[in-house]
């Protein structure tokens, strides 16, 4: 049963990303979210194939979960671009049938031996290009989310929201659009501008703490709500403003966190996104 502390409305908009929680199975995942009364997932690509891409569809839908996003696509600045648009097709095709109408894409960094980040970005807009008809016709809407600086190098050469924003302004609003990740942005004096500008290009949002000092392997650094250095309230504010009124993804890479129990997990994730992210009414999940 759902937390008796936590209303529906209070966690009506939220989402568990996967990664959250990665010591769940997919069925885990499922239960655990109608246990805990919360309605949407985001899910990723490698755990969803090793489980079966129409049977991860099937249990999500039986479990009356909706898939708020699927992560990920992307990595399209190399010399070569033929596999990874092969790659980003397989991936269009995978969120199509889980039911979700957003593809988060992580770009990609700079090729082997390049210092370009221009052109680096301009092989994304080509890339964009070729993806976003074939997302299109399949109901799905490439969603570009920028990374923090530290990343630029070998993950995301796309590192503020201006930056997603002048690729994703090349298309159409409903072929793509960015995500809002506040563990890539808190720290950009310019987001809550871009945030505005954004307006409904904005297909994701996506909560995680920035936490000092930084562990080993950054990557695996995020924090939990409240923990760190991030505003979520203000960031929810504004993004409600841009009007955005869709799920919101807890999504935390943390190995603390992937050794606890994952119903406890989740319940503080719940605890945490009522205090430190608040809800508007008439919002919605999936």
């Known amino acids: 049963m759902p937390d008796p502390s936590l209303s529906p409305l209070l966690i009506s908009r939220l989402s568990l990303n996967q990664e959250t929680i990665k010591q769940w199975s997919l ?66 095709d995978e969120a199509a049938t889980l039911g979700t109408a957003t593809l988060v894409l992580v770009s990609g960094g700079l090729p082997p031996g390049s210092r370009d980040l221009h052109g680096a970005r301009e092989r994304i807009a080509d890339s964009l290009a070729e993806l976003a008809p074939y997302a299109a016709e399949r109901g799905v809407r490439l969603a570009i989310e920028p990374l923090h600086p530290m990343y630029a190098a070998d993950r ?11 690729l994703a302004e090349r298309f159409p609003v409903e072929r793509v ?26 297909a994701a949002f996506q909560l995680a703490d920035w936490v000092t000092p930084l562990p080993a392997g950054v990557l695996l650094g995020r924090g939990q709500l409240g923990d760190g250095s991030v505003d979520f309230r203000w960031f929810r504010e504004r993004v409600d403003a841009a009007g955005y009124d869709g799920p919101i993804e ?9 050794a606890r129990d994952g119903a406890e997990v989740l319940a503080e994730v719940a605890e945490r996104f009522v205090a430190h992210v608040g809800v508007t009414p008439g919002s919605r999940t999936g």
């Open 27 to 92: 069925p885990e995942l499922a239960e655990g979210c109608v246990k805990a009364g919360v309605t949407g997932v985001g899910l990723w690509r490698t755990p969803v194939q090793e489980y079966g891409v129409e049977r991860a569809a099937r249990l999500v839908r039986d479990a009356g979960l909706a898939v708020t996003s699927l992560c990920r696509g992307g990595f399209l600045t190399g010399d070569d671009r033929g596999p990874a648009l092969a790659d980003n097709r397989r991936a269009i």
């Open 177 to 202: 659009g960015v995500v809002v990740d506040t563990y890539h942005l808190w720290w950009d004096e310019q987001v809550g501008a871009e945030i505005a500008r954004a307006g409904s290009r904005i």
């Open 156 to 166: 995301c050469v796309v590192s503020t929201l201006g930056q997603a924003l002048d």
């Open 250 to 258: 807890v999504e935390i890479f943390n190995e603390a966190l992937w």
